[in-house]
């Protein structure tokens, strides 16, 4: 493959990213000395007029002040540190921007402007920039493939021509480390960062290390890639088409401290299209038996149209060790505490050990703002049922054994509420992990 030129592999890149629905543009026609300039400047990374135009479109209620001010929160820096700074901007780009405006009647209002349409992709802007350049001071960088969203970049695609396929993705690694460092305004949005030579491809968060890049093995997370076959073509259908994207910039993203700093962690394939098939599993075992609010055909998910809706079976989920299943747990935590459907549910999380329930409870934790609330350890039985009988919503940890019945035949009930969803972790004896 050491014919193939990196322009090659660029060009194959950018046609497929067009199939998937992206505009794409060359930076010598839209950048500040192109024909017809999306900015005045190369240190502006924002594309304003797309995002300003976006912003009006998802929000026509809201008046031309307050879509205004939201934009300036989202272009204007805040903080010194790139992660946290990235942390404040992915809150605005997955929760909206609150801001405050005048209502005709005069009346001071509260008000949340969306950045990104979540429900309705199509409503976006999609585009994709080759050879995009940025100018940080002395600093002039050109990232071979900048995908936007409304205007804002969210990936940066870097690539090598093939040959070595671990040297390669070191360099184009190596390469976006640099970009990070010197031209810092270009990640300040960033969901993700993408390496490929054209055949190996990885992808990985904005403080992923070279080892924390990951293949991306299916794009509808039922047939897994052959060896041998493309990684980046799998890897830009599976992560690139628009809802998938959006889903993983939502709903499988999360920031947490750790002993050496603040880490962003973005879902593997295998964690991203398991949740989506256990959520789905959980709608259907968890409605009324006259129906069900979705359809677990939309997810992919044929193995359940044998089984009854409301049957209160979800299933099983099975990962190897360190495939990272008390983050998977989390990313389903998230999902399922939102969704409509599940009506705030109170999640109980089982574990046979004591330290199997802190490492879980302390991932959890990590995840709070995630999953939108603060978890909670039982440190008893009693207070365990304290805690599952209050109203729902809430996240329990506990371990099996304050289950235990208090005498000998005293095996009355925790609680008779119906609004838990339970979640348990099997020990190191055995593989199964629900």
Same mark, same amino acid.
């Given at each position: 493959?050491?014919?193939?030129?990196?322009?090659?592999?660029?060009?194959?890149?950018?046609?497929?990213?067009?199939?998937?629905?992206?505009?794409?543009?060359?930076?010598?026609?839209?950048?500040?000395?192109?024909?017809?300039?999306?900015?005045?400047?190369?240190?502006?990374?924002?594309?304003?007029?797309?995002?300003?135009?976006?912003?009006?479109?998802?929000?026509?209620?809201?008046?031309?002040?307050?879509?205004?001010?939201?934009?300036?929160?989202?272009?204007?820096?805040?903080?010194?540190?790139?992660?946290?700074?990235?942390?404040?901007?992915?809150?605005?780009?997955?929760?909206?921007?609150?801001?405050?405006?005048?209502?005709?009647?005069?009346?001071?209002?509260?008000?949340?402007?969306?950045?990104?349409?979540?429900?309705?992709?199509?409503?976006?802007?999609?585009?994709?920039?080759?050879?995009?350049?940025?100018?940080?001071?002395?600093?002039?960088?050109?990232?071979?493939?900048?995908?936007?969203?409304?205007?804002?970049?969210?990936?940066?695609?870097?690539?090598?021509?093939?040959?070595?396929?671990?040297?390669?993705?070191?360099?184009?690694?190596?390469?976006?480390?640099?970009?990070?460092?010197?031209?810092?305004?270009?990640?300040?949005?960033?969901?993700?960062?993408?390496?490929?030579?054209?055949?190996?491809?990885?992808?990985?968060?904005?403080?992923?290390?070279?080892?924390?890049?990951?293949?991306?093995?299916?794009?509808?997370?039922?047939?897994?890639?052959?060896?041998?076959?493309?990684?980046?073509?799998?890897?830009?259908?599976?992560?690139?088409?628009?809802?998938?994207?959006?889903?993983?910039?939502?709903?499988?993203?999360?920031?947490?401290?750790?002993?050496?700093?603040?880490?962003?962690?973005?879902?593997?394939?295998?964690?991203?299209?398991?949740?989506?098939?256990?959520?789905?599993?959980?709608?259907?075992?968890?409605?009324?038996?006259?129906?069900?609010?979705?359809?677990?055909?939309?997810?992919?998910?044929?193995?359940?149209?044998?089984?009854?809706?409301?049957?209160?079976?979800?299933?099983?989920?099975?990962?190897?060790?360190?495939?990272?299943?008390?983050?998977?747990?989390?990313?389903?935590?998230?999902?399922?505490?939102?969704?409509?459907?599940?009506?705030?549910?109170?999640?109980?999380?089982?574990?046979?050990?004591?330290?199997?329930?802190?490492?879980?409870?302390?991932?959890?934790?990590?995840?709070?703002?995630?999953?939108?609330?603060?978890?909670?350890?039982?440190?008893?039985?009693?207070?365990?049922?304290?805690?599952?009988?209050?109203?729902?919503?809430?996240?329990?940890?506990?371990?099996?054994?304050?289950?235990?019945?208090?005498?000998?035949?005293?095996? %009355? $009930? #925790? /609680? =008779? !509420? +119906? @609004? &838990? %969803? $339970? #979640? /348990? =972790? !099997? +020990? @190191? &004896? %055995? $593989? #199964? /992990? =629900?």
């Amino acid at each position: 493959m050491a014919f193939l030129s990196e322009a090659a592999v660029e060009l194959a890149l950018l046609d497929q990213l067009r199939a998937l629905g992206y505009r794409i543009e060359r930076e010598e026609d839209i950048g500040p000395d192109g024909y017809r300039p999306e900015r005045e400047s190369h240190d502006e990374v924002v594309l304003k007029k797309r995002l300003t135009d976006a912003v009006a479109r998802i929000n026509p209620a809201l008046p031309v002040e307050a879509r205004q001010d939201a934009i300036r929160k989202v272009t204007q820096s805040e903080l010194p540190s790139l992660l946290e700074e990235n942390r404040r901007l992915h809150k605005l780009l997955t929760e909206g921007v609150d801001v405050e405006y005048y209502a005709m009647d005069g009346t001071l209002t509260a008000g949340k402007v969306r950045l990104i349409d979540f429900e309705n992709p199509e409503q976006n802007d999609w585009l994709a920039v080759s050879q995009f350049v940025v100018i940080n001071g002395s600093h002039n960088r050109r990232p071979d493939v900048v995908v936007f969203v409304n205007g804002l970049p969210l990936a940066v695609i870097e690539l090598k021509a093939p040959g070595s396929a671990g040297a390669h993705l070191a360099g184009a690694f190596n390469q976006l480390q640099t970009y990070k460092g010197e031209i810092t305004q270009l990640f300040h949005t960033n969901a993700l960062l993408v390496t490929s030579d054209g055949i190996a491809a990885r992808v990985g968060s904005l403080s992923a290390d070279l080892e924390r890049f990951m293949p991306w093995r299916t794009t509808d997370g039922t047939n897994v890639a052959p060896k041998g076959a493309p990684e980046l073509s799998t890897l830009i259908e599976g992560v690139f088409e628009h809802r998938r994207l959006l889903d993983l910039l939502r709903h499988f993203t999360v920031f947490g401290e750790t002993g050496s700093g603040l880490i962003k962690i973005i879902a593997g394939y295998h964690q991203f299209h398991a949740v989506r098939h256990a959520v789905a599993s959980t709608i259907r075992a968890s409605m009324p038996v006259q129906g069900v609010a979705e359809d677990p055909a939309d997810y992919g998910l044929s193995s359940v149209k044998t089984q009854s809706p409301g049957d209160r079976r979800v299933g099983v989920i099975w990962h190897t060790q360190g495939s990272g299943k008390s983050l998977l747990m989390a990313f389903y935590a998230g999902l399922l505490v939102k969704h409509p459907a599940m009506a705030n549910p109170t999640l109980v999380v089982l574990t046979d050990r004591n330290d199997l329930d802190d490492q879980l409870f302390a991932t959890f934790s990590m995840c709070r703002d995630l999953i939108r609330q603060t978890p909670v350890q039982a440190e008893s039985r009693e207070h365990l049922q304290t805690l599952l009988n209050r109203a729902s919503g809430g996240v329990i940890f506990t371990t099996l054994q304050k289950f235990a019945p208090v005498g000998a035949n005293n095996y %009355s $009930p #925790l /609680t =008779t !509420a +119906n @609004h &838990h %969803s $339970p #979640l /348990t =972790t !099997a +020990n @190191h &004896h %055995s $593989p #199964l /992990t =629900t």
